[in-house]
């Protein structure tokens, strides 16, 4: 047994040297807020869909220009053969052996039955769900950032209450050993405080790796160093948080929370796109100037080798009939579409009701939780202080000073864990109004 502890031990120092040794950076939620915003591959991805739905917009609005072409063609005219009516031969046909033909078009759309106009404001459209989109992402980021900060943040607690308790239960073994030298208690009682103090350490060093392995995950999502072992600020138990009515976050949510304004646009898109749908049933009208410089010229026969430069302008006026066919169906369909899109938003509505009133009971419940574990640590720590001094006056066994002493550390623990809970419902109430 003894051999055991040993090697424990010398683990544990070891690893201990290790963990010191690695570079460590204490971070602010600012800081981490910054860093996140800066460095989130997510965040990168939505910041360039915005930036391709500002193209759409420019090629969207590109269609109301004039289409403007060049052709030109250069080839090699093999000599015609003339041939009677039995298919026998009488004579070639005397062309030229080069032809050439250049031309210069524009086409002007007049009429396009509100094609390019929708198409524009589709285009508009999505670039506001893609800046929407990133908005919902930067959110999604911060809470997900908070919440790695605050498991941090337990660990460090969790690391410094199992500190102090193997400082503790170090001095409790010491001093049981001279009652066990005196005779006054048995080899049991040493035994059961030396597998308490190395669960202890082995808790202690478990803590450390996790504080290792969640460093790691946000160095990664901040763009650090991945070996930084970070530390959050210990100032954020004590910040201020503001809360207030549960109505202010409803309404604040219907007019900012960034998936109900998506579902809003969606609608929007649905219509657009119904009116896109009716467009397809429209004639469409453009005015077409051309210049062509042909060469020889194919009107006459035999064909001359001179050049002919010819120019015109054309009004053309197309109508698709075959698309009546499938009229009825296609509005159908997008009349559906759009009926979808509203009821998404109000689903999206309901869903902003339960989350916000889930987020506000919860940061109530939590704050509650502080205070009744508040006042039940205080009752633990002084539970322990009398089973410690009764169990060294032989009033007590080592079973209730030990329950004693797991009573005291669950309820540091308990604590902490309520403290920084409260402040992830907090963020989480933010979130779901559209303030975060």
């Given at each position: 047994?003894?051999?055991?502890?040993?090697?424990?031990?010398a683990?544990?120092?070891?690893?201990?040297?290790?963990?010191?040794?690695?570079?460590?950076?204490?971070?602010?939620?600012d800081?981490?807020?910054?860093?996140?915003?800066?460095?989130?591959?997510?965040?990168?991805?939505?910041?360039?869909?915005?930036?391709?739905?500002e193209?759409?917009?420019?090629?969207?609005?590109?269609k109301?220009?004039?289409?403007?072409?060049?052709?030109?063609?250069?080839?090699?005219v093999?000599?015609?053969?003339?041939?009677?009516?039995?298919?026998?031969f009488l004579?070639?046909?005397?062309?030229?052996?080069?032809?050439?033909?250049?031309?210069?078009?524009?086409?002007?759309?007049?009429?396009?039955g509100?094609?390019?106009?929708?198409?524009?404001?589709?285009?508009?459209?999505?670039?506001?769900?893609?800046r929407?989109?990133?908005?919902?992402?930067k959110?999604?980021?911060?809470?997900?950032?908070?919440?790695?900060?605050?498991?941090?943040f337990?660990?460090?607690?969790s690391?410094?209450?199992?500190?102090?308790n193997?400082?503790?239960?170090?001095?409790?073994?010491?001093d049981?050993?001279?009652?066990?030298?005196?005779g006054?208690?048995?080899?049991?009682?040493?035994?059961?405080s030396?597998?308490?103090?190395?669960?202890?350490?082995?808790?202690?060093k478990?803590?450390?790796?996790?504080?290792?392995?969640?460093s790691?995950?946000?160095?990664?999502?901040?763009?650090?160093?991945?070996?930084?072992?970070?530390?959050?600020?210990?100032?954020i138990?004590?910040?201020?948080?503001?809360?207030?009515?549960?109505?202010?976050?409803?309404?604040?949510?219907?007019?900012?929370?960034?998936?109900?304004?998506?579902?809003?646009?969606?609608?929007?898109?649905?219509q657009?796109?119904l009116?896109?749908?009716?467009?397809?049933?429209?004639?469409?009208?453009?005015l077409?100037?051309?210049?062509?410089?042909?060469?020889?010229?194919?009107?006459?026969?035999?064909?001359q080798?001179?050049?002919?430069?010819?120019?015109?302008?054309?009004?053309?006026?197309?109508?698709?009939?075959?698309?009546?066919?499938?009229?009825?169906?296609?509005?159908?369909?997008?009349?559906?579409?759009?009926?979808l899109?509203?009821?998404?938003?109000?689903?999206?509505?309901?869903?902003?009701?339960?989350?916000?009133?889930?987020?506000?009971?919860?940061?109530?419940?939590?704050l509650?939780?502080?205070k009744?574990?508040?006042?039940?640590?205080?009752?633990?720590?002084?539970?322990?202080?009398?089973?410690?001094?009764?169990?060294?006056?032989q009033?007590a066994?080592?079973?209730d000073?030990?329950?004693?002493?797991?009573?005291?550390?669950?309820?540091?623990?308990?604590?902490?864990?309520a403290?920084?809970?409260?402040?992830?419902?907090?963020?989480?109430?933010?979130?779901?109004?559209?303030?975060?």
């Amino acid at each position: 047994m003894k051999s055991y502890i040993y090697y424990i031990l010398a683990g544990f120092l070891a690893f201990t040297v290790s963990l010191n040794g690695q570079n460590t950076y204490r971070l602010t939620v600012d800081e981490l807020f910054e860093r996140g915003l800066q460095n989130s591959i997510t965040i990168q991805s939505s910041v360039v869909k915005t930036q391709i739905a500002e193209d759409k917009i420019s090629l969207a609005k590109n269609k109301q220009l004039p289409d403007i072409s060049a052709s030109g063609l250069f080839g090699y005219v093999g000599t015609p053969i003339i041939l009677d009516k039995d298919f026998s031969f009488l004579k070639h046909s005397n062309t030229p052996d080069w032809k050439q033909n250049y031309q210069l078009a524009a086409t002007q759309p007049i009429y396009q039955g509100g094609r390019i106009k929708n198409s524009i404001e589709k285009a508009k459209l999505e670039d506001v769900v893609a800046r929407l989109s990133l908005q919902k992402d930067k959110s999604d980021l911060k809470l997900w950032l908070m919440g790695k900060y605050l498991d941090l943040f337990n660990l460090y607690k969790s690391k410094d209450v199992y500190a102090q308790n193997i400082e503790e239960a170090k001095v409790r073994l010491h001093d049981i050993e001279k009652m066990k030298e005196q005779g006054m208690i048995t080899t049991n009682d040493v035994l059961r405080s030396k597998l308490v103090l190395t669960n202890y350490e082995l808790v202690y060093k478990e803590t450390e790796n996790n504080i290792t392995i969640i460093s790691q995950q946000l160095d990664i999502v901040i763009g650090m160093d991945e070996n930084t072992i970070l530390q959050p600020d210990q100032a954020i138990l004590t910040s201020k948080l503001n809360i207030g009515y549960e109505t202010d976050y409803v309404y604040q949510a219907y007019t900012q929370y960034p998936e109900l304004r998506i579902a809003e646009t969606n609608i929007a898109l649905a219509q657009n796109n119904l009116k896109l749908t009716k467009a397809d049933y429209l004639p469409t009208l453009s005015l077409q100037a051309s210049n062509t410089l042909a060469r020889p010229i194919p009107n006459v026969s035999p064909a001359q080798d001179l050049y002919l430069n010819a120019w015109g302008v054309t009004l053309n006026l197309t109508y698709h009939i075959s698309a009546l066919f499938d009229k009825k169906r296609n509005t159908s369909t997008a009349k559906h579409q759009v009926y979808l899109q509203e009821l998404a938003k109000e689903q999206q509505k309901q869903n902003i009701r339960t989350e916000v009133k889930s987020a506000f009971v919860k940061h109530q419940e939590a704050l509650d939780r502080i205070k009744a574990l508040d006042e039940s640590l205080t009752q633990a720590k002084e539970n322990y202080r009398i089973v410690k001094n009764k169990y060294f006056n032989q009033l007590a066994i080592l079973t209730d000073l030990l329950d004693a002493n797991t009573v005291q550390l669950e309820a540091e623990l308990q604590l902490t864990s309520a403290k920084t809970n409260a402040i992830y419902t907090y963020y989480q109430l933010q979130k779901v109004s559209g303030n975060l």
